[in-house]
């Protein structure tokens, strides 16, 4: 792969990569991560989670738990949005105690959470009645200043209780969430 006789750089691989994974061809998009690492290109971060985005988007998690220590113990570069996308994938099937543990990990790898990070493994509590656990995080991201009105993600916020408040209605929900999630609106005029 040569573009204007000039050999590749991780640029000229994350758009095939991106259309690889896409179209669910994910071992070829896996083949060709590996193929950019031996020529000696090293990916970016924007790579490692076009990666792993398209095999937790696919439900491959054990694959993209691979991956994703593959990262980690090769040093490749992470950030707070590649930690979103595992907690994502661990969230969708169900691996509620492995989403708090990798938020845990972010943290101690020196990454910040924020809503995005919190929000997944919130909803995804709430809408399987995990209300202690839901409750207790919400807690944290109060106590982390994630809902204070200078904060830059308070209309995402916003819109993350309003919509875990929609999906307590009719559910089987302790009251004390419900007061919890009704006091952080009313705290921020809704």
Same mark, same amino acid.
């Given at each position: 792969?040569?573009?204007?006789?000039?050999?590749?750089?991780?640029?000229?691989?994350?758009?095939?990569?991106?259309? !690889?994974?896409?179209?669910?061809?994910l071992d070829k998009a896996v083949a060709l991560f590996r193929e950019l690492v031996d020529k000696?290109?090293?990916p970016d971060?924007?790579?490692?989670?076009?990666?792993?985005?398209?095999?937790?988007?696919?439900?491959?998690?054990?694959?993209?738990?691979?991956?994703?220590? @593959?990262?980690?113990?090769?040093? @490749? !570069?992470?950030d707070t949005w590649t930690y979103n996308i595992m907690t994502n994938g661990l969230c969708k099937e169900g691996v509620f105690d492995e989403a708090i543990s990798l938020l845990s990990k972010m943290k101690g790898d020196g990454f910040s959470p924020n809503v995005v990070s919190y929000e997944t493994i919130?909803?995804?509590? !709430?809408?399987?009645?995990?209300n202690e656990q839901a409750k207790r995080l919400l807690r944290e991201m109060i106590s982390q200043g994630l809902l204070g009105r200078g904060n830059k993600d308070f209309e995402s916020v916003e819109a993350i209780l309003e919509r875990s408040f929609s999906l307590l209605k009719g559910q089987n929900v302790s009251s004390d969430v419900k007061i919890l999630i009704f006091h952080v609106l009313r705290f921020r005029g809704c």
């Open positions: 792969m040569y573009y204007s006789g000039q050999p590749p750089d991780v640029f000229i691989y994350n758009t095939p990569l991106d259309s !690889l994974c896409k179209a669910q061809h000696g290109i090293s971060v924007y790579t490692c989670s076009i990666i792993l985005n398209g095999l937790c988007k696919a439900g491959r998690l054990k694959a993209a738990k691979d991956f994703f220590q @593959h990262l980690v113990m090769n040093n @490749h !570069l992470l919130v909803r995804a509590l !709430l809408t399987r009645n995990e």
